[in-house]
């Protein structure tokens, strides 16, 4: 084959696998939007919202796109055949590389920022509380929702304390004078217009302490329609939830809705503080250092603060203050220098994929956060890795090696390398099974109107299915782990 026919079948090869990656890529981003989404949503829906046709239209479409999302997965890992951690590297690396073979790029003047990769990382964290929280909610609801509800709230309800005059059938729930119980109470309700005589009622409540005869409940019926019956508990927002089919007590509908933001919150705020790879995109001028690097390794590298004091308070703190980080290893040409560079990766897999890679590594002195100045790797084949290096490796880099100037090229164009683009393709096929099985419990707890003990059963199955599935991927995967 001549050199000419070797390059243009090397280049179709190059575009195709961009083209590949592109699909999947565009795969993930779907996913990472819509199933997060989807989830936030169908647990609100569940927690506050009555037995209603906008309820169940939430439900079911939030249901649907969860099942798309499922396809999605599906289609992405089996076209790629479940590629392991390892190839999907391999495949980003190459699918970023719009410059393959060039000896030496020159430095772009335009750096890319992460936003696809920190619109998956924000959708991780969100997911995980938010699908937590939909579970305990799905385990503890009571779907069911009575005719003589329905009813009741059609007529005109109303809610008042009336006392109880019968208690038949008590279950007690725990011991103590604060003991719950579930028992057939009765009342009486007054008759139409005001006469006489008065109109029976009876109901069965789950309270929260138990009532003999004489104690007030709240009681909910229709004043013009007292032959309707009757709903009551001790608790008055559950008889309104009852009224209205919310599905999960008030109080715990609070609790659950409280916790998940709250984690959610926490979550995403020490990931926006602490994330290394989350920035916008930016301009390279004269003020950024530059220098030209060729990887030559993974490893751990030890970053320690320098030492204040030589008390044992100060030691204590200086180890507290150490970090040990998995790093790509850079070394500076001209120099003895190997640059620690970290990033949101698996390192060993990022050198093997990346092996022997020279290009420029560029930072702003004032672009730093917390411990670490953020950092790009560019290089010569077109591909822009976002990292950081530990602000006092560059510090001290910047002050022993002379600054090459980076010259940059507003012709120069770049691929943002994201090792995390096609996790799609990745997903076992026994992951695949575990998130079906989820996905069918799911369905189940939300379209089965009744409860039971078994609502909490088949909770835990749905969320244990793919946790399952993933821990034996992992250790199939990694047999030594």
Do not use: C
């Given at each position: 084959m001549s050199r000419d026919r070797f390059e243009k079948a090397g280049h179709e090869k190059s575009e195709d696998t961009r083209s590949v990656g592109a699909a999947w890529s565009r795969s993930g981003r779907f996913v990472a939007v819509v199933a997060p989404t989807a989830l936030?949503?169908?647990?609100?829906?569940?927690?506050?919202?009555?037995s209603t046709r906008l309820r169940e239209f939430v439900v079911l479409f939030c249901l649907v796109c969860l099942g798309v999302c499922v396809l999605a997965v599906g289609t992405a890992a089996v076209r790629a055949g479940s590629l392991s951690r390892a190839k999907s590297y391999e495949f980003a690396a190459q699918a970023a590389s719009v410059t393959r073979g060039h000896v030496q790029g020159a430095a772009p003047s335009r750096l890319a920022g992460g936003r696809h990769?920190?619109?998956?990382?924000a959708a991780v964290l969100v997911s995980v509380p938010a699908l937590?929280?939909?579970?305990?909610?799905?385990?503890?609801?009571?779907?069911?929702?009575?005719?003589?509800?329905?009813a009741l709230v059609e007529a005109g309800v109303t809610i008042e304390q009336r006392p109880i005059?019968?208690?038949?059938?008590?279950?007690?729930?725990?011991?103590?004078?604060?003991?719950?119980?579930?028992?057939?109470?009765?009342?009486?309700?007054?008759?139409?217009?005001?006469?006489?005589?008065?109109?029976p009622a009876t109901f069965t409540a789950d309270v929260y302490r138990r009532h003999s005869v004489g104690s007030d409940l709240f009681v909910a019926y229709a004043p013009d329609r007292p032959e309707l019956g009757a709903v009551g508990d001790d608790q008055r927002p559950e008889v309104e939830r009852l009224l209205a089919g919310r599905a999960v007590e008030a109080a715990t509908a609070w609790t659950i809705a409280a916790f998940g933001l709250l984690v959610t919150l926490a979550l995403l705020i020490g990931w926006w503080v602490q994330s290394r790879t989350r920035r916008p995109s930016r301009s390279v001028d004269s003020g950024w250092v530059a220098f030209r690097v060729t990887l030559t390794g993974a490893g751990k590298h030890v970053d320690s603060p320098p030492a204040e004091g030589t008390g044992p308070a100060a030691e204590r703190k200086r180890r507290e203050n150490t970090r040990q980080l998995p790093c790509l290893f850079l070394g500076v040409e001209g120099s003895e220098y190997r640059l620690p560079f970290h990033s949101q990766m698996s390192t060993q897999?990022?050198?093997?994929?990346?092996?022997?890679?020279?290009?420029?590594?560029?930072?702003?002195?004032?672009?730093?956060r917390s411990k670490d100045v953020l950092a790009e790797f560019v290089g010569d084949?077109?591909?822009?890795?976002?990292?950081?290096?530990?602000?006092?490796?560059?510090?001290?880099?910047?002050?022993?090696?002379?600054?090459k100037s980076a010259h940059p090229d507003?012709?120069?164009?770049?691929?943002?390398?994201?090792?995390?683009?096609?996790?799609?393709?990745?997903?076992?096929?026994?992951?695949l099974a575990g998130l079906m099985i989820a996905l069918g419990c799911m369905s189940v707890l939300l379209l089965a109107h009744d409860n039971g003990a078994w609502r909490a059963w088949v909770a835990a199955a749905g969320f244990l299915a793919p946790a399952i599935a993933a821990a034996t991927s992992r250790r199939r995967a990694d047999p030594a782990r």
């Open positions: 936030v949503v169908m647990t609100a829906a569940w927690l506050f919202l009555g990769k920190a619109i998956r990382s937590l929280a939909l579970w305990i909610a799905l385990g503890v609801a009571d779907p069911h929702y009575p005719e003589k509800n329905a005059v019968t208690v038949e059938n008590e279950e007690v729930q725990g011991h103590g004078r604060r003991s719950g119980a579930t028992a057939e109470y009765g009342v009486l309700l007054p008759a139409a217009g005001g006469g006489k005589p008065s109109v897999h990022a050198a093997a994929a990346l092996s022997g890679a020279r290009g420029w590594l560029l930072w702003h002195p004032d672009q730093r084949d077109g591909w822009q890795l976002p990292g950081a290096v530990p602000t006092q490796a560059a510090d001290q880099a910047a002050h022993d090696i002379p600054n507003p012709e120069r164009r770049v691929e943002l390398l994201d090792f995390g683009a096609g996790w799609a393709t990745t997903v076992s096929k026994p992951v």
